[in-house]
């Protein structure tokens, strides 16, 4: 046998190789198997979060905002525990960033609120005079687009068994459920109960009584889908 | 003198004599430093050990007899000695097996790098010498470590004055606005403001001791005012309302009592603590917790916010 690869280098070099790469298969594999499972506690987005977030890429948020938490005290004295392999399991695609122009987001729904983003979103200077981000005053008139929203929820679900309608275990042993319409009116109907609970922590009124004729503007989804941030 | 002798010298004094012209055209020579002393030591050394132990492998190339038995293979006729493995060759290979067990045990399972680790020891590291450096800060320390506490974590909602920016959070500068305690009032109140739950009801709870009756309209808005504007002793109408309605939770002088109802006048420790612990909710909206500020610098935020409240 020893003879015979001695005599085949291209064989001797392919079982090299499956040597050394098993050495890594048996360290790597494992590993990355446990830490990319979702960590307790990880929801798949609502439909109204999930729109909000194709608000959140459509405006390229993720070109000066990060959602990644390095373990450094610095970071984490900032923004709260470092971020989770496992918190990603569901980002479909994933918003890590590769700039932080502005502050990481990936905890923000923790330290900001509804009426803060609502102001901020507008006039970020109003809040924050030291700020360089523009304002995005669009969202408050352009309509989120639910069916997208609906179709990368059914996308998610059946393709890449992301659990909706089904028990996911919570930090304090309870188990939640993240519902999914089973028809595209349904849908927007949930989108809307949704943009409501939102809405009633908001002030301006045009968006205030967009929602209540049964449009939901881009902001209400996008405050949704920071909210959810944690 | 074999011909390979003089030859290993005249490389040695030449290098040798490279070594030194290096070493001596250098900065600071060769006498006032004594690393350079070291070095040429080092040099001089190495280079006889090198000179000497090629010479003695030459010699061996010159003069060795291939002996031992061939292997059967051989490769374009260039045939293998069996010959025993090196001595140090298999110390090596020894060592490297017994390497292998303690890293496959020990090594990479509990011994690891790991950067969460790391990380764990920086913050621990970090709030030992915090922990160390402000045990005993007060006064006007403390009043300054809250202002860059609030000037980093609190300033994105109550600005840099602390006047909560045009109503979007609440003004600091003052204990309450009307507008919050006609909200209180209408709807009640459950922030753990004292730490822990203790819920004050809303008007359809709360009676007015002097009438017998539920609290009116027009006597909320003469104890809002009231309160608003820090108990002043003219208004007397909205004392009364007080009297009747709050006092008998919040204290006579608006002060709280310890366990039933907080401090409705002025700021205290406890309750900036507890809000910053617990978040809150209220006419304006909602505040988050900022759960993860230690305990030293809430202490350190209330005191700067009481100092502030009190305008200097």
Redesign the interface.
């Known amino acids: 046998m020893f003879h015979w690869l001695e005599k085949h280098p291209f064989f001797f070099a392919v079982g090299v190789f499956v040597v050394i790469a098993f050495a890594g298969l048996i360290e790597i594999v494992p590993n990355f198997a446990q830490a990319s499972r979702p960590v307790i506690g990880t929801k798949p987005t609502t439909l109204l979060e999930q729109a909000g977030r194709d608000v959140y890429i459509k405006n390229s948020c993720n070109a000066c905002h990060s959602q990644l938490i390095r373990p450094f005290k610095a970071e984490t004295d900032r923004y709260g525990h470092y971020s989770l392999s496992g918190e990603y399991a569901y980002d479909r695609p994933f918003l890590w960033g590769s700039k932080r122009t502005g502050p990481d987001l990936h905890r923000v729904g923790n330290y900001r609120t509804t009426e803060w983003h609502e102001n901020h979103m507008r006039d970020p200077k109003s809040v924050m005079p030291s700020s360089i981000m523009p304002g995005y005053p669009w969202l408050y008139t352009n309509k989120t687009d639910i069916n997208t929203a609906y179709a990368t929820q059914l996308t998610n679900a059946q393709f890449f068994g992301v659990p909706y309608n089904k028990p996911i275990p919570m930090k304090d042993g309870s188990t939640a459920v993240v519902k999914m319409a089973g028809s595209v009116a349904e849908a927007h109907k949930m989108a809307l109960e949704e943009a409501k609970e939102v809405v009633s922590r908001m002030k301006d009124q045009d968006v205030k009584d967009a929602v209540a004729n049964g449009d939901i503007p881009e902001i209400v989804a996008l405050i949704a889908y920071l909210n959810s941030l944690k | 003198m074999n011909k390979l002798y003089l030859w290993g010298i005249i490389i040695t004094i030449a290098m040798l004599g490279a070594t030194y012209a290096t070493v001596g055209y250098q900065k600071g020579g060769l006498n006032d430093d004594i690393v350079n002393m070291l070095a040429i030591a080092g040099a001089v050394a190495l280079v006889i050990i090198t000179v000497f132990v090629v010479i003695k492998y030459v010699r061996q190339m010159q003069t060795d007899q291939a002996t031992g038995e061939l292997a059967d293979?051989s490769w374009d006729n260039i045939g293998e000695y069996k010959n025993p493995v090196p001595f140090g060759w298999a110390i090596m290979f020894l060592g490297t097996i017994i390497w292998g067990m303690w890293y496959f045990i020990i090594g990479?399972p509990v011994d690891a790098f790991s950067?969460?680790g790391?990380?764990n020891e920086?913050?621990a590291e970090?709030n030992a010498k915090f922990e160390k450096e402000y045990a005993n800060i007060k006064g006007e320390k403390l009043v300054e470590m809250g202002e860059s506490v609030f000037l980093?974590e609190c300033?994105?909602?109550h600005g840099?004055n602390a006047d909560g920016?045009d109503g979007?959070s609440a003004d600091l500068n003052r204990r309450i606005d009307e507008e919050s305690v006609k909200y209180v009032i209408n709807h009640g109140s459950n922030n753990k403001l004292l730490g822990t739950e203790m819920p004050m009801p809303d008007r359809n709870g709360l009676f007015n001791a002097n009438t017998g009756a539920l609290i009116s309209d027009a006597e909320i808005d003469a104890v809002a005012k009231y309160v608003a504007n820090g108990f002043p002793a003219d208004d007397k109408e909205g004392a009364a309302v007080f009297a009747g309605v709050c006092s008998s939770c919040h204290g006579a002088d608006g002060r709280g009592m310890a366990y039933v109802a907080p401090n409705i006048r002025e700021y205290t420790s406890e309750l900036i603590v507890n809000v910053l612990t617990h978040g809150k909710k209220g006419a304006?909206?909602?505040?988050?917790?900022?759960e993860?500020l230690n305990a030293k610098q809430k202490e350190a935020v209330a005191a700067y916010v009481i100092s502030i409240s009190k305008g200097e």
Do not use: D, F, H, N
């Not at chain 2, 304006?284 to 900022?290: A, C, K, V």
């Open positions: 293979e990479y950067q969460i790391q990380y920086e913050v970090k980093a300033v994105v909602c840099a920016i979007e304006i909206g909602t505040m988050p917790s900022l993860r």
